[in-house]
């Protein structure tokens, strides 16, 4: 993936510097501001591809931040970091116009995967594909049919829109949460593995019989569908 | 505050003196109009023999002549305790009668008139009267009237009556004031004494009651009531406490072994890569931890109207069934739905999906059938709307959970003997509960015979509840 640019405004130093040195080792190009007000004024001039706010901080909180720069027209994708966890801090962040929302703690493993995923829906062109394909894997979505190699591979319909996020996203990290939020529309916490079991199937469907895996797991963070022959 | 100064300021106290108030004021009232009556009666009785007299004297005069009329009244005037008689000229001038002197002009209006007099021999004028005067033909006046010494007698009496009746109404009253004041006092004394033990940190302590049933006793019971509701309270703290001591300490312990092991053991960096990645899983088990008790006190103290909408439990139980289905299929359970088309309702899908995903889970984790029992693996989901209520049940053929403990498991951090050692916070129960409750709705178990079957009930019309 590209390289991006990433506002990070948070006013824990200590996060912040951490946040910076990851981002800068994932290979993106990370700025920090310390409070609400310099971030804004960095925002405002929607240079960024990504901005990471915090709920909570000094001078400008994060949801007026984030309505301000709404106001003013600049469609950055925003990312809420909050230690408020809860439901209804979470319909508040994306009302305000956050594009996504991530509680403390979190893995960076998760924040990278949605900063990324965020970042190249401002990339991409309006227009999506109406077949995504991914080696010799090809997914139609308004035919609503699925080949490998030329061979039909017969998809329940989540199994269908389970692919289809991952293909979309293909070669960038998708995680589990991810997974759950976008394919069944659910924020909870699932309990057990069942993301992990729905993938088993996909993957027993798409990937068996063939020598080149095409579905992957990524340690520590999630799934990434991929061409690994390229 | 002195004592007496306590007693005054007691509200029965103040309550006594304005009933006093009211009271004196109440029986001044009726006495002035008692008087009023009794002066009315008088002076119609005199005014009815005066007109009879008149009546009589005239008719004499009519007959008689002056001479007849004077001779009449001279009579009369000789009798003891007589009427007062006044008989003059045109000009005034006295010829007969037993009144000596009038207050000028009395005589020139005829009619029914209350007037001082004097009697023949007086000089002042010390006496009260109430009289008629009379113009006969030919110019002479005659005056016939009654002393009202009787009727100012009564009055000076009942005045006398007015002012002791209120002297002992004032009395009596600030005594029972006192008194009622006094007793209340030293009842309330004595629940403010318990309160202050009870605040000092005594809570067993009880506020005394003497059983009469009044207000100040039901108060008691009330407040009492409420104390032992509080004690609840703060023994389930207290458990929770405890709890949360256990289950947190006992991950945080092993992650602090894990890694005080690698510090002393590990040679390769893969040892390292090994002991940081179970810290990652310890610490992960730990913030789900966290989380789900931070939701539940969220839900509790009732603050998650921002997700609230309006949409289809039906839909919500396809969801999760659904997302259960591969796990429970790993597992070998059978995960069945039932659900009615559509069941709308206002309140938080997120919530009710994770509190449904929660029974699942435990359905699909504990509700394997008992080893050698001839029961299938299966775990039933139904929802469906009975009456004013969606229920959303999910039943087990596994072991249940006995009845005594169906109350306890829903408890945070409650987990049966048996499924301590399996993966699980012990929190999903009291999530569920925390959500029903947030719903209005109620968390039940029953026995699935066998098995476990729990009803999550919510009022459809939750919305209406939540605003």
């Known amino acids: ?230 | 505050m002195t004592a007496l100064g306590k007693l005054l300021r007691t509200t029965v106290f103040k309550l006594s003196l304005v009933y006093l108030v009211v009271f004196a004021i109440g029986a001044g009232l009726v006495l002035m109009r008692v008087g009023m009556n009794v002066k009315d009666l008088f002076d119609d009785q005199i005014d009815q023999t005066v007109e009879a007299e008149i009546a009589g004297l005239a008719e004499q005069y009519r007959q008689g002549g002056i001479r007849r009329l004077v001779e009449t009244v001279e009579r009369r005037v000789s009798q003891p305790g007589s009427s007062l008689y006044l008989v003059t000229t045109f000009a005034g001038e006295r010829i007969a009668g037993n009144v000596a002197q009038l207050p000028a002009g009395v005589l020139e209006r005829p009619g029914l008139i209350e007037t001082r007099y004097a009697r023949t021999g007086e000089i002042v004028a010390p006496h009260r009267a109430l009289a008629r005067i009379f113009l006969l033909q030919g110019g002479f006046r005659l005056l016939v009237g009654r002393d009202l010494e009787d009727r100012e007698a009564l009055r000076g009496f009942m005045l006398r009556a007015l002012f002791t009746s209120l002297g002992w109404l004032v009395l009596i009253g600030t005594a029972g004031g006192i008194f009622v004041a006094m007793r209340v006092l030293r009842r309330v004394d004595a629940m403010s004494a318990s309160a202050q033990t009870i605040m000092s940190g005594d809570l067993s302590q009880r506020l005394p009651r003497t059983g009469s049933g009044d207000e100040l006793d039901r108060l008691a019971t009330s407040l009492n009531a409420m104390l032992e509701r509080i004690g609840e309270l703060m023994k389930g703290m207290q458990e929770v406490s405890d709890n949360i001591a256990h289950d947190l300490k006992t991950p945080l312990t092993r992650l602090r072994n894990g890694v005080d092991e690698a510090l002393r053991n590990a040679r390769s960096p893969d040892d390292y890569r090994a002991c940081l990645e179970k810290v990652v899983d310890e610490s992960e088990g730990l913030i789900r931890v966290f989380n789900a008790l931070l939701m539940i006190a969220r839900l509790e103290s009732g603050v998650a109207q921002d997700a609230m909408q309006d949409f289809d439990v039906a839909e919500v139980a396809r969801d999760v069934a659904e997302l259960y289905d591969a796990v429970a299929e790993e597992q070998g359970v059978t995960l069945t739905l039932d659900a009615d088309a559509s069941l709308m309702m206002r309140g938080g899908r997120e919530l009710i999906g994770q509190a449904l995903a929660n029974l699942v889970d435990n359905a699909i984790k504990y509700g394997a059938p008992v080893e050698g029992s001839a029961q299938e693996k299966i775990v039933k989901i139904s929802a469906r709307r009975i009456g004013e209520h969606i229920e959303l049940i999910v039943c087990d053929r596994g072991p249940g959970v006995a009845a005594q403990d169906r109350a306890r498991v829903l408890e945070r951090f409650v987990r049966l003997e048996g499924s301590r050692s399996r993966p699980g916070s012990g929190l999903g129960l009291s999530l569920a509960t925390a959500v029903a409750r947030m719903h209005h709705g109620a968390l039940r178990l029953d026995d699935n015979a066998p098995g476990l079957r729990v009803t999550l009930e919510l009022p459809a019309s939750a919305g209406e509840a939540l605003r």
């Open chain 1, 1 to 230: 993936m590209a390289a991006m640019k990433i506002l990070i405004i948070e006013d824990d130093r200590e996060a912040a510097a951490y946040l910076v040195k990851a981002f800068r080792e994932a290979g993106h190009q990370p700025d920090h501001a310390g409070d609400g007000l310099e971030g804004y004024g960095l925002a405002s001039e929607g240079v960024y591809d990504v901005l990471i706010v915090d709920r909570m901080l000094p001078k400008l909180d994060g949801l007026s931040l984030i309505g301000g720069l709404r106001e003013q027209k600049i469609e950055t994708p925003v990312l809420i970091l909050s230690a408020l966890g809860q439901v209804d801090d979470r319909v508040k962040g994306l009302r305000a116009g956050g594009d996504d929302y991530l509680a403390k703690p979190y893995a960076f493993s998760e924040l990278l995967a949605r900063v990324e995923v965020l970042a190249r829906r401002r990339g991409q062109a309006s227009q999506e594909p109406t077949i995504y394909r991914v080696g010799d894997l090809e997914l139609d979505r308004l035919g609503h049919k699925l080949t490998r190699a030329g061979k039909e591979i017969i998809l329940q319909p989540r199994e269908f829109r389970l692919l289809e996020y991952l293909m979309k996203h293909a070669g960038q990290v998708v995680t589990r949460t991810m997974l759950l939020e976008n394919v069944w529309d659910y924020h909870f916490d699932p309990q057990t593995n069942v993301i992990d079991v729905h993938l088993s199937r996909l993957r027993a469907k798409i990937d068996k019989g063939h020598a080149a895996p095409l579905l992957h797991t990524i340690r520590g963070a999630g799934y990434m569908i991929r061409d690994s022959a390229r």
